[in-house]
C-alpha cells in the first residue's frame, strides 16, 4: 500500500515512512492510494473468527510486507487485547463500549497499535526516536501507556499545569522509564505551539530523531476501523445493519467507521455527533466549510474548531457531497441536552454513560426519532470515572473506581516544571541527546 498526501505535493511513501513522518512535507495528512475490499466470505464467518483475526485481516493490506506477517500478528493481538462489548441501553439502542483499555478510553486501540510498529521500526533500523507530544487530557496517558517500555523510543509530553483531571495527571506523570513529563506553566495552546517549533527547529533535528504521536498519523487512524468490524461481530440481526453514532472531535475515529464500510463493512448510516463545536454540522448544512475557535463543553475531548480528519472523509466520497450525505450526516448536541441525557437513562436504564458518549446517544436517538424501524449503536468513547466531576453532580451518587484508577492514584507524581517559551523546551531537548 502506498500512501499519497493530500495536499499532492509530496512523493508517494509506504506505511513505515507514513508511521515516522506522521504528516507529509507538504503538511497535508497521508492517505491510502487505494481502499482494499474484504471479500463477502470474510463478513459472513466474522462470528466463528477471533477477534485478533478479524483486526488482522483488516490491518494487512494497509501495511503489507513493511511487517512481517508474524510480527504483525503480535502487534495485533496485544493491541486488542480488552473487550469492545456491545451493551444494551434502551429499544433500539446499544453502547459499543471502548473504554475498557489501560487509560479507559478508546484512544488506547490507536496509541498502542502506532507505539508497536514505531518500535518495530525503531529496532529494525537501529534508530532511536523521541517522541514529542501535547495534550489536553487524553491522549497523553493513551501515549504514555502505549510506548511504555517500548525500546529505541523515549516519550516526552507536554501538559498544561493545573488544566488537566487528576486522574489525567496521574496516568500522564507516573509511568517513569521512557515516559517524562513536562509541566507547562501555562496553557494547552502554549504546549501546543512549543511542539510545532520544535518540529520545525533545525538545532534540534540535528540532535534529536523527532517524531509525533498525534491522531492524523496513519498507525493511530487505521486501527480505529477495528471498532466497527468488531461491533458487527457481535450485532445479532446482521440482515439490518445499524446507524452508528460516532462522539467526534478531530474525526479520526468516525472517518475509521467510514473506511471500514467502503471495504464492505454493512452500515446503514454514520452520524457524526458533536458538542457546541459545529463545524461539521455546519457544513452538511450549507457546504461551506467554515473553521472556528473552539468553544469549551463538558465533553472537552470534543472541543476542537477545525477537525484535522475532516479532509479525510472528503477524500473518501471524492468531495462529492451527495454520496457523503448518502451514508452519514452530523449533528450539533447542547450541554444540556447531554447532561439530562445522562440523567435520564442512568434512572430510567441503570446505564452511566460519560459526557462524550452521551453526546453521541442523543444525536442517535434524534436519528431514530425520526426513523423509527432503524436499530442503532452509540459509541461510548471514555469510562465515566475519567469525567467523574462532570458526571457525579448530575446523577447526584459517587462513582466507583475501577481498580486500573485506583492503583495509579497512590503513586507518586513525577514531572518537570518548564517555563511556556519555547527556550525552555529547547534547553531541555537539547540537553537529552
Ligand atoms: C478523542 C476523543 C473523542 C473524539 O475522537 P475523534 O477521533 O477526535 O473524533 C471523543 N471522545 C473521547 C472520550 C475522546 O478522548
Same mark, same amino acid.
Request: hydrophobic letters at 40%.
Given at each position: 500500500?502506498?500512501?499519497?498526501?493530500?495536499?499532492?505535493?509530496?512523493?508517494?511513501?509506504?506505511?513505515?515512512?507514513?508511521?515516522?513522518?506522521?504528516?507529509?512535507?507538504?503538511?497535508?495528512?497521508?492517505?491510502? !492510494?487505494?481502499?482494499?475490499?474484504?471479500?463477502?466470505?470474510?463478513?459472513?464467518?466474522?462470528?466463528?473468527?477471533?477477534?485478533?483475526?478479524?483486526?488482522?485481516?483488516?490491518?494487512?493490506?494497509?501495511?503489507?510486507?513493511?511487517?512481517?506477517?508474524?510480527?504483525?500478528?503480535?502487534?495485533?493481538?496485544?493491541?486488542?487485547?480488552?473487550?469492545m462489548?456491545?451493551?444494551?441501553?434502551?429499544?433500539?439502542?446499544?453502547?459499543?463500549?471502548?473504554?475498557?483499555?489501560?487509560?479507559?478510553?478508546?484512544?488506547?486501540?490507536?496509541?498502542?497499535?502506532?507505539?508497536?510498529?514505531?518500535?518495530?521500526?525503531?529496532?529494525?533500523?537501529?534508530?532511536?526516536?523521541?517522541?514529542?507530544?501535547?495534550?489536553?487530557?487524553?491522549?497523553?496517558?493513551?501515549?504514555?501507556?502505549?510506548?511504555?517500555?517500548?525500546?529505541?523510543? !523515549?516519550?516526552?509530553?507536554?501538559?498544561?499545569?493545573?488544566?488537566?483531571?487528576?486522574?489525567?495527571?496521574?496516568?500522564?506523570?507516573?509511568?517513569?522509564?521512557?515516559?517524562?513529563?513536562?509541566?507547562?506553566?501555562?496553557?494547552?495552546?502554549?504546549?501546543?505551539?512549543?511542539?510545532?517549533?520544535?518540529?520545525?527547529?533545525?538545532?534540534?533535528s540535528?540532535?534529536?530523531?523527532?517524531?509525533?504521536?498525534?491522531?492524523?498519523?496513519?498507525?493511530?487512524w487505521?486501527?480505529?476501523?477495528?471498532?466497527?468490524?468488531?461491533?458487527?461481530?457481535?450485532?445479532?440481526?446482521?440482515?439490518?445493519?445499524?446507524?452508528i453514532?460516532?462522539?467526534?472531535?478531530?474525526?479520526?475515529?468516525?472517518?475509521?467507521?467510514?473506511?471500514?464500510?467502503?471495504?464492505?463493512?454493512?452500515?446503514?448510516?454514520?452520524?457524526?455527533?458533536?458538542?457546541?463545536?459545529?463545524?461539521?454540522p455546519?457544513?452538511?448544512?450549507?457546504?461551506?466549510?467554515?473553521?472556528?475557535?473552539?468553544?469549551?463543553?463538558?465533553?472537552?475531548?470534543?472541543?476542537?474548531?477545525?477537525?484535522?480528519?475532516?479532509?479525510?472523509?472528503?477524500?473518501?466520497?471524492?468531495?462529492?457531497y451527495?454520496?457523503l450525505?448518502?451514508?452519514?450526516?452530523?449533528?450539533?448536541?447542547?450541554?444540556?441536552?447531554?447532561?439530562?441525557?445522562?440523567?435520564?437513562?442512568?434512572?430510567?436504564?441503570?446505564?452511566?454513560?460519560?459526557p462524550?458518549?452521551?453526546?453521541?446517544?442523543?444525536?442517535?436517538?434524534?436519528?431514530?426519532?425520526?426513523?423509527?424501524?432503524?436499530?442503532?449503536?452509540?459509541? !461510548?468513547?471514555?469510562?465515566?470515572?475519567?469525567?467523574?466531576?462532570?458526571? !457525579?453532580?448530575?446523577?447526584?451518587?459517587?462513582?466507583?473506581?475501577?481498580?486500573?484508577?485506583?492503583?495509579?492514584?497512590?503513586?507518586?507524581?513525577?514531572a518537570?516544571?518548564?517555563?511556556?517559551?519555547?527556550?525552555?523546551?529547547?534547553?531541555?531537548?537539547?540537553?537529552?541527546?
Amino acid at each position: 500500500m502506498k500512501y499519497s498526501s493530500l495536499n499532492r505535493q509530496s512523493e508517494s511513501i509506504n506505511f513505515e515512512t507514513a508511521t515516522i513522518k506522521g504528516q507529509a512535507p507538504d503538511k497535508g495528512l497521508y492517505f491510502p !492510494e487505494h481502499i482494499p475490499v474484504l471479500p463477502t466470505t470474510f463478513f459472513n464467518q466474522m462470528e466463528s473468527l477471533s477477534d485478533e483475526e478479524i483486526a488482522l485481516q483488516v490491518i494487512a493490506p494497509y501495511v503489507e510486507d513493511v511487517i512481517p506477517m508474524a510480527v504483525l500478528k503480535d502487534i495485533v493481538a496485544s493491541t486488542v487485547h480488552f473487550p469492545m462489548p456491545l451493551e444494551p441501553v434502551s429499544t433500539g439502542v446499544v453502547a459499543l463500549e471502548l473504554f475498557h483499555g489501560n487509560t479507559l478510553a478508546f484512544k488506547d486501540i490507536g496509541a498502542r497499535f502506532m507505539s508497536r510498529c514505531l518500535g518495530y521500526f525503531v529496532r529494525n533500523n537501529n534508530q532511536k526516536v523521541t517522541v514529542l507530544v501535547a495534550t489536553s487530557g487524553d491522549t497523553g496517558g493513551a501515549v504514555a501507556d502505549g510506548f511504555y517500555g517500548v525500546d529505541g523510543v !523515549e516519550v516526552i509530553i507536554l501538559y498544561p499545569s493545573g488544566k488537566v483531571s487528576t486522574v489525567q495527571e496521574q496516568q500522564l506523570t507516573t509511568l517513569g522509564n521512557n515516559i517524562i513529563a513536562l509541566e507547562v506553566d501555562g496553557n494547552f495552546d502554549d504546549c501546543q505551539r512549543m511542539v510545532k517549533m520544535a518540529f520545525n527547529d533545525p538545532s534540534v533535528s540535528a540532535q534529536l530523531f523527532l517524531t509525533s504521536a498525534n491522531s492524523i498519523n496513519v498507525a493511530r487512524w487505521l486501527p480505529q476501523q477495528f471498532f466497527y468490524f468488531l461491533a458487527y461481530k457481535q450485532w445479532a440481526d446482521k440482515h439490518q445493519p445499524p446507524v452508528i453514532s460516532v462522539p467526534s472531535g478531530n474525526f479520526g475515529n468516525i472517518c475509521a467507521g467510514l473506511l471500514a464500510h467502503q471495504s464492505g463493512l454493512p452500515v446503514k448510516h454514520f452520524i457524526a455527533a458533536c458538542n457546541a463545536n459545529d463545524v461539521v454540522p455546519q457544513y452538511m448544512q450549507s457546504q461551506h466549510y467554515a473553521a472556528k475557535q473552539s468553544v469549551a463543553t463538558i465533553s472537552n475531548a470534543m472541543d476542537v474548531g477545525d477537525p484535522s480528519n475532516f479532509v479525510r472523509i472528503l477524500a473518501l466520497f471524492q468531495n462529492e457531497y451527495q454520496s457523503l450525505t448518502n451514508i452519514f450526516s452530523s449533528v450539533s448536541i447542547t450541554d444540556a441536552e447531554t447532561k439530562q441525557a445522562i440523567q435520564e437513562v442512568f434512572t430510567n436504564h441503570q446505564y452511566l454513560m460519560d459526557p462524550h458518549g452521551a453526546v453521541g446517544f442523543v444525536a442517535l436517538q434524534k436519528y431514530l426519532q425520526a426513523h423509527p424501524h432503524e436499530k442503532g449503536i452509540f459509541v !461510548e468513547t471514555a469510562h465515566p470515572v475519567k469525567f467523574f466531576d462532570v458526571v !457525579e453532580p448530575i446523577i447526584n451518587e459517587k462513582i466507583a473506581i475501577p481498580p486500573a484508577i485506583q492503583s495509579i492514584m497512590h503513586k507518586t507524581k513525577k514531572a518537570i516544571p518548564i517555563g511556556a517559551q519555547y527556550e525552555d523546551l529547547q534547553a531541555f531537548l537539547l540537553s537529552r541527546r
